[in-house]
């Protein structure tokens, strides 16, 4: 019989173990992440930073996961997460991909007059008159675009612009509020979007567009944030991990139930051409779902820091920024050019930039990203000199090129193209 001290020991070589297996596959990515460093040092040799790049292996090998994630369904790309006309195409040129989803009106009509989709479906409600007006006097635009309404005020302000006997009817997309309501109502979680939340209130509505003139209901959108944006494995915090994956269960579960009652009320009075949901973090889930005909990502191609934080799948980081070493402040300290490209969303931590390679750098919690330095300390720091690079991953997706004019396009060790960003064309569609 084992005494106590074996048992001790024992477990003594058990965590060496799993202390060594560690420190081992923390070596292994160091090294992998040097590789990388090299490659994309070489490649861009002959630029100056500040620039942006888009590995293209990552890209396209996020794109395939997607689809496959997807398990069949279409997979509508969401524009706000890549806001590049070229890359747009890439991904839409690929099978299993069909479709846009943009954020404005008109980057839609952009989006179809230059040929990047004729299926474009705008995500939010506009307000935007002389897009509408834009919209209504072009049939072509007018069977290409879906607008996204949740309430009959906004189909008031449609009739402002353009009266029904006088324009082409517009396509209309239900949005169906997908936030989880437990106890009765008296929690929200989730975002806050739609007023929509019932089968009844979608029917309602549903009866309320196919009554008038002048427009036509072809779709019906519930986006889970709530499971598609949070992600459930937390670094280091594993109580928060435990407490997201049961609001995934129990808010998917609800959601199920209510999303196909709501389609099914929705059906009675229209036939709908989809039934769209999920996001890159909820994709497996949301095409589960019987009720969904499409399912939409986009931040998946490009692989930002926010999806670092998913148990099930997290892309491969296909996009990056580069900027200079411009100080060695003093030991351990090397001093950035820029750097403060911040993300939407709460003022906290997960919306900084990461400092990716070299690895072992890291922000100050004093200066964080600053909009002309940024101070990276760490052991690391004292092998850079001025002049050498340091690369960075946004934490979300598309807004990186609002920075910037163009990608350039990473192929192995070379840059094989550069493509303009909508910023780079002249387009701050917010």
Known sequence: MPTERDTQHAGDATRRAERDTAQAGRAALHAERDILRARLDRATAHLDPPFAVVDLAAFDANATALVTRAAGKPVRIASKSVRCRDLLGRALARPGWHGVMAYTLAEAIWLVRTGVSRDVLVAYPTADRGALATLAGDEELATAISVMVDSPAQLDLIDSVAAPQHRAAIRVCLELDASWRPFGGRLHVGVRRSPVHSAEAAGALAAHVAGRPGFRLVGLMAYEAQIAGLGDAPPRQALRGLTIRTVHRRSYRELLRRRGAAVAAVREHADLAYVNGGGTGSLALTSADPAVTEVTAGSGLYGPT???????????????????????????????????????????????????????????????????QTPLIGSVADELHVGDRVWFRHAKAGELCEHVNELHLVDGEEVVGTVPTYRGEGHAYL
């Open 306 to 372: 926010l999806f670092d934080g998913y148990r099930a799948w997290r892309p491969t980081p296909a996009a990056g920024f580069a900027l200079s070493v411009v100080r060695r402040p003093g030991p351990r300290v090397a001093t950035v050019l820029g750097g403060g490209w911040i993300a939407s969303g709460p003022a906290q931590a997960s919306r900084l930039p990461m400092s990716w390679l070299p690895v072992g750098l890291h922000l100050t919690g004093t200066e964080g990203a600053g909009e002309v």
